[in-house]
């Protein structure tokens, strides 16, 4: 019989994995020996520095709320790699590290905010949802889900009446506990762009060249005048929601699927059968990173906290 239950199963909670094997084929950003080295190496840097967040939070060297990004990295270095640096401006969410790392915000900052030091780029006031770099544009990260959005409006306000901004949402299937497909009555989120006189795309956002294209296409349209644009990245977290999550209500099986799809692996095969680079070479890049992260971590352990007289500084503009 088709329990209340049952039918909310059959017909929504697979629904996840049914749009991403569905996708209609849409124009990808050309992979080229330039272009695959740099998402290798942006994507590689993601996954390694949060895999060492996990390592130092465990250590007892990070307090309060950790989210990591591991599965999500197509969509950062997919969206962000398609912004032009320090010049267009984006916000975060709580999952914030890898949005700064692709941005150009070097390790050794971003690892120092989460240590809470003075060295830190919000000057170790922040930590780990609250990551901001003015010189790399980043206008924050939000603690409240949805909190950048306005922000990011009235930038894009401000800068033109035409409202040059893009949406992305990284529909990794999870709120916490709750699956996607079972919280809304209709789980494709770039259908409701057309609600707001907006242009949507959905994408596969386990392939950063996917990603690359769309986000390409979305900020053409941005700067031409032609409208916001919502871009829905289907994707999945690797790990539970926080560091704080023993990720218990996940089945193996959804775990399986998805990580039969890593967007790293996934652009590496694809680099190394199109002869754009060896697997030597993208060995060299993922050394190459170790290093610069345990190097990141070595300076933030050592690096000094704010002084605590000058607790309130850098909460009223004049400082
Ligand atoms: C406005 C608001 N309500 C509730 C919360 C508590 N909360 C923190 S994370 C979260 C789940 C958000 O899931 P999703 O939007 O899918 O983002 P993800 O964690 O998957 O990146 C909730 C409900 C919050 N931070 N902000
Ligand atoms: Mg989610």
Redesign the pocket.
């Known amino acids: 019989m088709l329990t209340n239950q049952n039918f909310v199963k059959v017909f929504f909670l697979e629904t996840h994995v049914e749009r991403i094997s569905n996708l209609q084929d849409i124009k990808k950003a050309e992979l080229d020996r330039e272009t695959g080295l740099f998402l290798y190496e942006d994507m590689t840097l993601g996954r390694r520095f949060e895999d060492k967040c996990a390592e130092m939070y465990y250590r007892g060297k990070m307090f309060g709320f950790v989210h990591l990004y591991n599965g999500q990295e197509a969509i950062s270095t997919g969206v962000i790699g398609a912004m032009k640096k320090k010049h267009d401006w984006f916000c975060s969410t709580y999952r914030d590290h890898v949005h700064a790392l692709s941005a150009g915000v070097p390790s050794f900052e971003v690892m120092s905010e989460l240590f809470g030091k003075a060295t830190g780029c919000s000057k170790g006031r922040g930590g780990s949802m609250h990551l901001f770099s003015r010189e790399h544009h980043l206008l924050g990260g939000y603690a409240f889900i949805g909190e950048g959005i306005p922000v990011a409006l009235g930038a894009a306000f401000s800068s033109k009446y035409k409202i040059p901004i893009i949406f992305v949402v990284e529909?990794?299937?999870?709120?916490i506990g709750m699956a996607?497909d079972r919280a809304t009555s209709n789980p494709e989120i770039w259908r409701k762009a057309s609600a707001f006189g907006m242009h949507g795309e959905e994408v596969d956002g386990m392939d950063v060249l996917a990603v690359r294209g769309a986000a390409q296409r979305a900020i053409e349209r941005a700067r031409a005048g032609e409208g916001p644009t919502l871009l829905e990245c289907l994707t999945y977290r690797y790990r539970g929601h926080s560091l704080a999550d023993p990720d218990e209500l996940r089945s193996e099986k959804e775990k399986e699927f998805w990580g039969k799809r890593d967007p790293i692996k996934k652009l590496a095969k694809e680099i190394i059968d199109g002869k754009f680079a060896t697997e030597e070479e993208l060995k060299i890049i993922e050394k190459k990173i170790d290093a610069e992260i345990s190097e990141s971590v070595k300076n933030a352990i050592e690096a000094p906290e704010p002084p605590s007289e000058e607790l309130t500084k850098y909460i009223w503009a004049e400082d």
């Open positions: 529909n990794n299937k999870w709120a996607h």
